[in-house]
């Protein structure tokens, strides 16, 4: 039997794509699955991207393009920065990668060493450390749970920090939770950073333009902050474009060029057509990214409401993306047909066993007696899915 390196052996696979892989098992066997596990937006990619990616084709803009991506759409995102989150930035800083999840990890692959510590809060997404394993540094866990919104506080982060932390991870709005750090927040959390020099801050805002605050504040703009923050974003979310694989940093110029080399040996560009459909997402006009958020903000009002109406559950309100992340520790212990609820990955199998919904337990993602809900799905399916799991939890004793 061939031996594997230690690298791929101390990852674990990604519980949200078990997750939807398992649903899709009982899918093609003919049972009614509602999916709730999936972070993906059920919107079609507005059509004059589309038609973009249609006039690339023709054009035959097929070949390969300069690794960190065609100069347009490095030039677009600089533009992007400019006039939504007003950051200055080159487009030498703009590295364009095959969708966020590379970005992030480019980022820790350019940054770090075995030894190095990336501190992460949780609730997390899943692959932060995972990602932090495979660039050989070691994930450091910071817990905030529901009681504080799922947000970490300046006395958790200073209290982490240590001569080896190399790197801080941040998603806002967050994935699984959908809390989102306010401006004041971030500026406390970067009074903190501003006294330890050697952290490098990853802003993970592929959520970005999923924020029903009204405004969406980047670390990045807090004073001194922009030299030590890469910004991690993309199309995906935005856009309904989580196929394309098309997300970018916006770094500092030393950080940028180490993950266009690295970008350079093991997957060169992203796809040309995806590059040209991104360029006519940033250039075009944004209502549709609007008219999407709004969608979104009905649907987190209607699932906060029936999740509500659930005793067992603890919910709070997210204010950006389109997760509901409850408290489920209540049913911990109880029991339906021989089955035991010992943990919220228990509780996510039961569901989707006894309720046909796929959800995701907070194991996955940290927070252990949580499990996470997709709403990026339509208002009748909301309905459904809440009123199956209503009745399944009101089986357990």
């Not at 967050?174 to 802003?203: C, F, K, M, W």
């Not at 030590?228 to 995906?236: I, L, P």
């Not at 049913?331 to 796929?358: C, P, Q, W």
Request: some cysteine; charged content about 20%.
């Amino acid at each position: 039997m061939t031996t594997l390196s230690s690298r791929v052996t101390r990852l674990q696979p990604s519980a949200t794509l078990a997750m939807s892989q398992k649903s899709a098992e009982l899918k093609a066997q003919g049972i009614d699955i509602i999916n709730l596990s999936v972070g993906e937006p059920d919107f079609d990619t507005p059509e004059h991207i589309r038609i973009a990616a249609q006039k690339a084709i023709d054009e035959g803009k097929t070949r390969y393009t300069p690794v960190p991506g065609i100069p347009a759409l490095r030039q677009a995102i600089v533009e992007k920065m400019r006039n939504e989150n007003g950051l200055e930035y080159t487009a030498e800083q703009i590295i364009v990668s095959n969708g966020a999840k590379q970005s992030v990890c480019n980022t820790l692959l350019a940054l770090c060493n075995e030894g190095d510590e990336v501190i992460i809060p949780a609730p997390y997404w899943v692959s932060y450390p995972q990602m932090a394993l495979m660039a050989d540094a070691t994930p450091v866990i910071v817990e905030a749970g529901i009681e504080q919104d799922f947000k970490i506080t300046p006395q958790q982060l200073e209290a982490t920090i240590t001569p080896r932390t190399k790197a801080f991870i941040l998603c806002t709005p967050s994935n699984p939770t959908g809390a989102v750090y306010t401006a004041d927040e971030l500026e406390a959390l970067a009074e903190v950073l501003r006294r330890h020099e050697q952290v490098v801050v990853i802003a993970d805002e592929i959520y970005e333009h999923i924020n029903y605050t009204g405004q969406h504040a980047s670390i990045a703009a807090c004073e001194g902050m922009k030299e030590r923050t890469v910004v991690v974003n993309g199309v995906s979310k935005a856009y309904a474009m989580t196929g394309w694989r098309i997300g970018f940093i916006a770094a500092p110029l030393d950080i940028a060029k180490a993950t266009q080399k690295l970008q350079g040996q093991y997957t060169s560009n992203p796809g040309s057509v995806s590059q040209y459909a991104a360029l006519a997402a940033y250039e075009g006009s944004q209502q549709c990214v609007e008219e999407m958020r709004q969608a979104f903000a009905r649907r987190k009002d209607l699932i906060v409401e029936l999740a509500r109406e659930i005793a067992a559950f603890e919910v709070n309100e997210p204010m950006g993306a389109f997760y509901l992340f409850p408290k489920c520790s209540s049913l911990f212990g109880k029991s339906f047909n021989g089955r035991t609820i010992n943990n919220s990955t228990d509780f996510a199998l039961y569901l989707l066993e006894e309720a046909h919904v796929a959800t995701v337990g907070g194991d996955a993602f940290g927070s252990p007696e949580c499990f996470r809900m997709s709403y990026a799905t339509s208002d009748d399916t909301i309905r459904e899915a809440l009123k199956r799991i209503k009745q399944a939890v009101e089986q357990l004793q």
